[in-house]
């Protein structure tokens, strides 16, 4: 679910860190490959294809709200403990997903936590400030 939501909101930093984590606690590397079309494999289970549909559902929020009848089709499947669960993570994880894209982490694999790199470094290109209006100076 970490990695379906930082690949939905295209969190560089947030998919490498997951992707590694999930492969170290020995999550097959198959259904890693297969994630964005998990709803076309026969890799996760019933369980697993609720989680991810309710993760989605989260996720895409400004799409539409979680409809009564997909919330329905997950509650068949999931208990209400593991409903609230996959809500939570889901939320959690956009949120940090937010976070990191807006300090602008780097993905590279030699660092080991976030760094911004200021405005202007050659890693970081200028953006427009959104609070002024203005661009920083060349």
Not at 11 to 36: Q, Y
Request: net charge neutral.
């Amino acid at each position: 679910m970490k990695i379906r939501a930082s690949q939905i909101n295209g969190c560089a930093f947030c998919l490498r860190m997951h992707t590694r984590d999930a492969l170290k606690k020995g999550e097959n590397s198959d259904r890693i490959a297969v994630l964005p079309g998990w709803e076309e494999t026969g890799y996760f289970s019933e369980t697993d294809r609720a989680a991810l549909h309710l993760t989605e559902a989260v996720t895409r929020v400004s799409d539409g709200h979680v409809s009564d009848e997909n919330y329905n089709d997950v509650a068949a499947v999931l208990t209400s403990d593991q409903v609230s669960a996959v809500v939570w993570l889901a939320t959690v994880m956009n949120a940090f997903n937010r976070v990191a894209i807006t300090v602008t982490p780097e993905a590279d694999p030699t660092l080991h936590h976030a760094v911004r790199a200021p405005v202007g470094h050659p890693r970081r290109p200028e953006r427009s400030h959104t609070v002024t209006g203005t661009r920083p100076p060349r």
